[in-house]
């Protein structure tokens, strides 16, 4: 009887938990089929992502936009380049000996011309006073054009005056107030009257008397036209004014979708592979509107010149992109790296297993690092996280960092890290020395 009851008891706990499992079951199912709560979440955090990978290319071109304008010494070294630039040199000494030859009166050049003066300037012009008047002053006007355009007072005066009008830019750009920089219609002009005024100076100095009376000329080289230039200034205008709150915007809301993603570090490499591939895009867009804006150049308009100009005005532009690409994928290189990834652990694997080959031969070789080793094996995480930090902090206060700034910001991470790993790693135990395992129990 007793073992019947003990028998029926058995039987009922095990229906009990037949029973409690499919409860089980079923609510598992039951949760499989009704959608996830974090879906809105999920779906919440991509839209957070793919805005803030769209909004990095236009978060560049606004920081730029405002730096040309808030730092001189910035906008001098984009601009000085082109006072030596052999293209821009010629189509400055072309203008300048047009607006020149504007104001000559060929007919009575000879008459002007005092007697004693007569037979240097026949020297200069190649002893053809009379046949070919126009093209003879012409040649002689354009060559002391070109060496005024090639002197060093010439650079001198260029980067000068730029760096009193260092926010002409601003003004080419936004169409608003004056200076040497104006932009008119679908033209950007630049005022050369000074080098004007140098090239008379050398005219009256090499003979050519008449220069002297010529008035003051302003004329306008042409730094850059498009059909397109008053719809480029509104656009630049809108960035220039939302200046570096733009970039800020554009990591917050990368920042935001990662923290709101279920998947954190997936997300945190997507969001920063987005960024450079959409920066990335932004830098082949410059090249390639180079190529259409040269092949539709009216023709008075130097090629080269207008070349030299638009690369040295995008310079920084671009250098900012090649910096966001290089940001983006070592953020998101590093973040894979410290997920649990097969490759990613194969990786740190090899890492661990080369510094701990150097920390053993080391050790062979007599090197100890005292009390050193054991304090770092320690306090690992934190010096790690600290040095994290120092380069983070590196390089936000870099002035203006670039794509090689950010690998060697990495790069000399990285060294450091490997030092740390060097120092924390466990010494091999000595010969004879060494802990002995635990004997297995019988």
Known sequence: MAEDSAHDDGDGDRSDDVRELRARVAALEGERARPPRHRVRSLLAVVLVVVGCLLAPLAVVASWAADQVGDTDRYVSTVAPLASDPDVQNAVANRATDALMTHLDLPALLADVAPADRPRLQQALGGRLGDALEGAVRSFVHDKAREVAAS???????????????????????????GAVQLTGDSVTLDIGPVVDQVKERLVDAGLTPAAHIPAVHTDFTLARSDQVGKVKTYVRLLQLAGNWLPVLAVLLVAAGVLLAVR???????????????????????RVFRVFYLDRLPA??????????????????????RMVVALGIVVAVAAWLSGPGRYAGLVRGLWTSGIGAVRGTADRAGLRTGPVGPFVRRYRAWIIWVLVAVAVLVYLLWPYPTGWVVVGIALCLLFVLAVVEFLAAPPPPAEGGGETPAASPA
């Not at 090629?303 to 995008?314: I, K, M, S």
């Open 152 to 178: 060093g007072a010439f650079r001198t005066v260029w980067t000068d005056a730029n760096r009193r009008i260092h926010s002409s830019l601003d003004k080419a750009l936004t169409g608003s107030g004056g």
């Open 264 to 286: 954190r570090r997936r997300a945190l490499v997507t969001g920063c592979l987005g960024v450079a591939v959409t920066t990335g895009l932004l830098g082949i867009g410059l």
């Open 300 to 321: 008075s308009v130097s090629p080269g010149a207008a070349a030299a100009v638009y690369d040295a005005l995008t310079h920084f532009l671009r250098t900012g992109v």
